[in-house]
């Protein structure tokens, strides 16, 4: 019961790091666009007026939604295996 155990803790292991990878990902455009949107001159950018810049900012504002609430859903999903987990060795101590 013990390997059984140890086998979904490595493997819920491994897909948390590849989440953790997609999100870092994530992370890295939106670090990036902050870059280029800070890098953008004060002195009238070309963006086709304040239409273009708001369309511009909307992107920038998703790209941050999306990596938090990708984090948020990490969290959520470790916490639930986590959980599942302890439920599991609980159990096995009672037997």
């Keep these: 019961m013990e390997q059984k155990i140890t086998e979904?803790?490595?493997?819920?292991?491994?897909?948390?790091q590849q989440m953790a990878r997609v999100i870092d990902a994530e992370r890295q455009v939106a670090v990036r666009m902050?870059?280029?949107?800070?890098a953008i001159p004060d002195a009238e950018p070309a963006?086709?007026?304040?239409?273009?810049?708001?369309?511009?900012?909307?992107r920038i504002n998703k790209?941050?939604?999306?990596?938090?609430?990708a984090i948020a859903d990490?969290?959520?999903?470790?916490?639930?295996?986590?959980?599942l987990v302890i439920k599991e060795l609980k159990g096995q101590e009672e037997e």
């Design 47 to 58: 963006f086709a007026g304040a239409p273009g810049i708001l369309d511009n900012t909307g």
């Design 74 to 83: 990490l969290q959520e999903a470790m916490a639930e295996n986590l959980g």
């Design 63 to 69: 790209s941050v939604v999306s990596y938090l609430n």
């Design 8 to 16: 979904m803790i490595v493997h819920m292991s491994h897909s948390h």
């Design 34 to 38: 902050a870059q280029i949107v800070h």
